[in-house]
C-alpha cells in the first residue's frame, strides 16, 4: 500500500519483502513461494516490456514562423533602400545634367564686357560730413554704488535708469 504507481503484481513482491524483513531472518521462504514471486516478478518485467513507448509530438514553434516573416521584411527593407538610393543617383543625375546644360547656355549668351573707362577729366574729390563731432569724455575707471549696473555696462551714463521706468 505504500506504493500506488506500481502494478498490482509488483506491489505484491514488494508486500512480500516488506513482510519478510519486518519479520526477519527467522522466517525462511519455501520454494513455492520463492517460484511464485520470481514469476510475478517476470511478469511484471514483462508488463513494462509490452508497454508502447511514447513518441514525441512535433511542436510547431512560433519562432520558425517569426523568423520567416522577419526574414521576409528585411528583404522587403532592403530593397525599398535600394530603390530609394537608385532614385536618389538618377535624380542626382538628372541635375547634374540640367546644370551643365544651363552652363552651356550661358557661355554661349554671354558676352564678354570691358568695364567703362573712369572720367580722369573730373576727379572725386571728398566732401565733409554734415555729422557733429563726437564728444569725448573720460572714462570711469572706478566703480560707483550709486549707479545701477545695467546703466555702467551699457554706458547710458546720461540718461539716469530709463530702463527702470515703466509704461503706462
Not at 511464485?36 to 511542436?59: F, M
Not at 520558425?64 to 528585411?74: E, I, S
Not at 563731432?133 to 555696462?153: D, F, N, Q, V, Y
Amino acid at each position: 500500500m505504500e506504493i500506488k504507481s506500481q502494478p498490482k503484481v509488483t506491489q505484491k513482491v514488494s508486500k512480500a519483502n516488506t513482510h519478510d524483513a519486518s519479520l526477519g531472518s527467522s522466517r525462511v521462504m519455501s520454494r513455492d513461494e520463492h517460484k511464485e514471486i520470481k514469476q510475478l516478478e517476470k511478469k511484471a518485467s514483462n508488463r513494462t516490456s509490452l508497454k508502447e513507448h511514447t513518441k514525441p509530438v512535433e511542436i510547431k514553434l512560433h519562432t520558425q514562423q517569426r523568423a520567416a516573416k522577419r526574414a521576409l521584411f528585411n528583404h522587403f527593407v532592403a530593397t525599398k533602400l535600394y530603390f530609394i538610393k537608385q532614385q536618389k543617383q538618377q535624380e542626382e543625375k538628372l541635375q547634374k545634367m540640367i546644370e551643365e546644360e544651363q552652363i552651356k547656355h550661358m557661355r554661349k549668351e554671354m558676352v564678354p564686357k570691358a568695364q567703362l573707362m573712369p572720367f580722369f577729366d573730373r576727379p572725386f574729390f571728398p566732401q565733409r560730413s554734415d555729422m557733429p563731432l563726437t564728444i569725448p569724455r573720460e572714462p570711469s575707471l572706478h566703480i560707483l554704488s550709486s549707479r545701477c549696473w545695467k546703466c555702467t555696462s551699457c554706458n547710458e551714463l546720461y540718461f539716469h535708469h530709463n530702463h527702470a521706468m515703466k509704461a503706462i
